[in-house]
């Protein structure tokens, strides 16, 4: 497993992270990159063995550690840091425990009261959150492609698109 399998999607994640902090389009020091030293966030804000634990491959695993976050303290899918498209919100797996991850595995798709539980494919991660409408972007790092998710609530309706 190697990063460079995936460095154009974290390359493109920091360049527009970045661009957003250089335009002041979001709040002062919220910005979380990596140390340049080892390309993946440390222990104490990354918990890899409780992402392995909640069903993430260890692929999945190395390439979340290295994205770049847009982080202000509150690890929760409720952390409005910015809105980058109409109710879509960048995720932060920065502060997880393994209960933080399996949640960030779900998929909202039980709405419509089938009972059936959907979760993300352990090879798959999302790159944003929707709350109530909107886009997810999921990637997935086995197929090195992503899934656009549009999700409205109370309609019962999902559609995707693979990419």
């Given at each position: 497993m190697q990063l460079s399998n995936h460095s154009e999607l974290i390359t493109v994640l920091t360049e527009?992270?970045?661009?957003?902090?250089?335009?002041?389009?979001i709040e002062p020091n919220i910005l979380r990159l990596p140390p340049?030293?080892?390309?993946?966030?440390p222990a104490s804000l990354f918990d890899a063995d409780g992402a392995t634990a909640a069903g993430f491959t260890p692929e999945a695993v190395l390439v979340i550690s290295a994205l770049p976050y847009l982080h202000d303290g509150d690890s929760s899918m409720g952390d409005d840091t910015i809105e980058m498209l109409g109710s879509t919100y960048p995720l932060n797996y920065l502060g997880l425990n393994?209960?933080?991850?399996?949640?960030?595995?779900?998929l909202p798709n039980d709405v419509?009261?089938?009972?059936d539980e959907k979760v993300i494919?352990?090879?798959?991660f999302r790159l944003t959150w929707q709350h109530a409408y909107g886009w997810e972007?999921?990637?997935d790092v086995e197929k090195r492609a992503f899934i656009l998710r549009f999700w409205k609530a109370?309609?019962?309706?999902?559609?995707?698109?693979?990419?």
């Amino acid at each position: 497993m190697q990063l460079s399998n995936h460095s154009e999607l974290i390359t493109v994640l920091t360049e527009l992270y970045t661009l957003f902090d250089d335009l002041a389009a979001i709040e002062p020091n919220i910005l979380r990159l990596p140390p340049s030293d080892t390309s993946v966030h440390p222990a104490s804000l990354f918990d890899a063995d409780g992402a392995t634990a909640a069903g993430f491959t260890p692929e999945a695993v190395l390439v979340i550690s290295a994205l770049p976050y847009l982080h202000d303290g509150d690890s929760s899918m409720g952390d409005d840091t910015i809105e980058m498209l109409g109710s879509t919100y960048p995720l932060n797996y920065l502060g997880l425990n393994e209960g933080g991850f399996e949640l960030a595995r779900d998929l909202p798709n039980d709405v419509c009261g089938d009972g059936d539980e959907k979760v993300i494919l352990p090879s798959a991660f999302r790159l944003t959150w929707q709350h109530a409408y909107g886009w997810e972007y999921i990637y997935d790092v086995e197929k090195r492609a992503f899934i656009l998710r549009f999700w409205k609530a109370h309609c019962c309706n999902t559609a995707d698109a693979f990419l």
